[in-house]
């Protein structure tokens, strides 16, 4: 089993920056994809960004050029950047974890982008 625990949310002006954090535990393999995914209200849940324990990243459209995902293998987290920030980005935050064919969830954590 895995958990995962999300940090970093919050309330952002637009064009402000959040940074969010997610920390692996449990059994934990080197083969792996962390990211982060997002639902808003009344809409599904969406790609964000991801990353594997190779460093290849992959990014949703509306968010190139302003999220930055990056990893610490030695802590077993995973951290979006998020600068430039759009009302539209407002959104619950999943941590995300996939290995030897198993997915994980984070509990969520919510970002709201407003003046």
């Known amino acids: 089993q895995v958990q995962l625990m999300e940090s970093g949310g919050g309330l952002v002006q637009p064009g402000g920056s959040l940074r969010l954090s997610c920390a692996a535990s449990g059994t934990i393999y080197s083969l792996y994809i962390m990211g982060w995914y997002r639902q808003a209200p009344g809409k599904q849940r969406e790609l964000v960004a991801t990353?594997?324990?190779?460093?290849?990243?992959n990014y949703a459209d509306s968010v190139k050029g302003r999220f930055t995902i990056s990893r610490d293998n030695a802590k077993n987290t995973v951290y979006l950047q998020m600068n430039s920030l759009k009302p539209e980005d407002t959104a619950v935050y999943y941590c995300?974890?996939?290995?030897?064919?198993?997915?994980?969830w984070g509990q969520g954590t919510q970002v709201t982008v407003s003046s």
């Open positions: 990353i594997t324990n190779t460093d290849t990243t």
């Open positions: 995300y974890r996939r290995q030897i064919g198993l997915a994980y």
